[in-house]
Structure formats: structure tokens, C-alpha cells
């Protein structure tokens, strides 16, 4: 690990201040992801900026009958909040799905949106990674690629995003605030939070440089049957080959996500005007610009069926 200065703040728009004043700084809360990448020299930040103390673990109701979450809300707290449980229940099991206890006592949820791919050849400094050093190429394409991306990559990098919370978040029309270093706010959702990877894969979202999420706003409860189903190669402790989102109302609408299968949450609204019709038109709509390996094709296999698995239990 290399060294780096240590700064605690104040206020989010100090902390947004400081890491757009200071060359190399990065924001630090749970660390759960940020710590393992230092370690390994992926990420060589110069300045950590601790946003710990900033008051944004609370979650609160929002006029309009929705649910804000502060940045700091811990994983586990999320989960186990009473009126997300009752209200939200997808985002619930979609953070209990996720690594384990330990880790979210400590992960937070803006930490969770951010979390950088768990692609092997991100994580091996001896491979070629475009996403790690733009340029460099992309070892996945002819390598390992199992657990990758099987829709919405490019010729530059065709790694998956690992959040499960973000699956839910984007089924749940989440909205991400945030504060820039002038002190300005603004409200971004998760729809249009991730970049496609394009031939840019290092830039994963619209952040601006310095600028901190500050909370989650979720809308009114959508109603309907929430539901979460994650496929993965251990019963727990790992990252999904594929994961389903779905709210299903009586009438048959509805909305899904998937994870595991691309760069970000992946939801089409096409997909969601089609789930009257049934998991095959869900499907057909979701993966119809599929562009798998020969190694993960199985994905797409797996995805319909746990899609139609998923479907036909929301509507038992």
C-alpha cells in the first residue's frame, strides 16, 4: 500500500471542497471495497478524506411519502429497518443477498452504488485491464470469462457490475443526491447514474470529480409482490452469475432488474410494459442485444429461467 495523508471533515460540501482541491483524493466510509484496492495497488489514492462524522447514517420519510437514505447508512441497518422491510422489501433481501454479515456491518450504501468490479483481470496487475489502465486492453475478452457480462459491454471491457442493492435501487425508480465542490446539489437516477463502457470502461458513473452522494431517496412504496432470487456459485458470500428484481402487481404489471449480467443494474422498460405477456416476452426484450462468450453464454439460459422461476412465484 502506498502512503497517503489522512483528513477528517466536517460538512459534505467541505469534504467535496477538499477532494476537488487535493490531486489523488478519494472519499473513505466503510472501506470494505476501497482498503482491498489499495492493498493491491489498483487504487493509489494520495489523500483520504473520512466522511464518517458528516450525520448522513439517518433514514427519514420524505414529504412525499418516500424514504431518504443518508450516504452512511450502514448495509445491515438498511436492511433491517422496519418501514423498508414492510415497504421496500425487495431492497431488504437484495442487501441480506449480499456478502456477509461482517462486511455489511460496515459497508454503507453510497460505498455499495460504487463498488468497482470484481473481473478478475481488474484485480490482477500483471493482466491487461481497460477499466484499471485505460489502453491497456481487455484480458476477458479472450480469457476467463464465466462470470463477466453478457449484455450491454463493448470491445473495451465487458465486466459486470457486482452490487446486489443497486439491482434493487434501479427497480425502485431510486434517486441519488449529491453535492459538488461549489456547494451546489444535485439529484441524478440510478437510471442514468452508470456509464455504459463504450471505449471509456474507468468511467463507471456521472460523478464529477469531488462531488459526494450524500443519500438515497426512494419513491412512494410501489405495492405488489417484491421478490429477490440471486444465482451464484455459493450459497452465500458471493457474487451473483445472475440475480432478478421484481415488483408484480395483481393485474400482472410489474417491473425486473437483473444483475450479474452487465455493467450496472440492467432494466429495460420495454421489459417491464412486456410481463403481461410472460417471461418470454421479458426475456426477449431484455437480452435481445445479447452479445455472450463462449464461456458465459450459459448465462442467458439461466437468466430466463430464473426470470420465469421468479414470475411465476410473484404471481402464486
Not at 478519494?26 to 464518517?52: C, Q, R, Y
Not at 433481501?93 to 478478475?120: E, I, K, M, V, W
Not at 426470470?307 to 404471481?315: F, I
Amino acid at each position: 500500500m502506498k502512503a497517503f495523508t489522512y483528513e477528517r471533515v466536517n460538512s459534505p460540501a467541505e469534504a467535496a471542497a477538499s477532494a476537488q482541491r487535493t490531486a489523488g483524493a478519494k472519499f473513505i466510509a466503510g472501506g470494505t471495497n476501497l482498503l482491498d484496492l489499495m492493498k493491491l495497488e489498483i487504487e493509489t489514492p494520495t489523500h483520504l478524506i473520512d466522511v464518517n462524522h458528516l450525520g448522513l447514517d439517518i433514514i427519514e420519510a420524505t414529504p412525499e411519502g418516500g424514504l431518504r437514505i443518508g450516504a452512511l447508512v450502514r448495509n445491515t441497518d438498511l436492511a433491517a429497518d422496519e418501514r423498508v422491510r414492510r415497504d421496500y422489501a425487495v431492497l431488504s433481501r437484495a442487501l441480506l443477498a449480499g456478502a456477509s454479515g461482517q462486511l455489511r456491518n460496515r459497508a454503507t450504501t453510497a460505498g455499495n452504488l460504487l463498488q468497482r468490479t470484481r473481473c478478475p483481470y481488474f484485480y490482477d496487475t500483471n493482466q491487461p485491464c481497460n477499466k484499471r489502465q485505460p489502453g491497456s486492453g481487455c484480458a476477458a475478452l479472450g480469457g476467463y470469462s464465466r462470470q463477466l457480462a453478457v449484455v450491454g459491454a463493448s470491445e473495451a471491457c465487458i465486466a459486470t457490475h457486482p452490487s446486489d442493492m443497486a439491482v434493487a435501487m434501479r427497480l425502485l425508480d431510486a434517486v441519488i443526491e449529491t453535492v459538488k465542490p461549489d456547494g451546489s446539489e444535485r439529484a441524478i437516477p440510478v437510471a442514468d447514474f452508470y456509464l455504459a463502457p463504450g471505449e471509456t470502461p474507468h468511467l463507471e458513473n456521472v460523478l464529477e470529480p469531488g462531488e459526494l452522494i450524500v443519500a438515497v431517496t426512494l419513491p412512494p412504496p410501489a405495492g405488489g409482490t417484491h421478490i429477490y432470487s440471486k444465482v451464484r456459485d455459493r450459497a452465500s458470500y458471493a457474487f451473483a452469475l445472475v440475480s432478478v428484481a421484481a415488483i408484480v402487481h395483481p393485474d400482472g404489471s410489474g417491473r425486473v432488474a437483473l444483475g450479474g449480467v452487465a455493467h450496472k443494474p440492467w432494466r429495460l422498460e420495454a421489459a417491464d410494459a412486456a410481463l403481461p405477456e410472460g417471461a418470454q416476452a421479458v426475456y426477449d426484450q431484455l437480452f435481445a442485444s445479447a452479445c455472450p462468450t463462449e464461456e458465459n453464454a450459459f448465462k442467458l439460459t439461466l437468466a430466463k429461467r430464473t426470470l420465469a422461476s421468479v414470475l411465476s412465484e410473484a404471481r402464486s
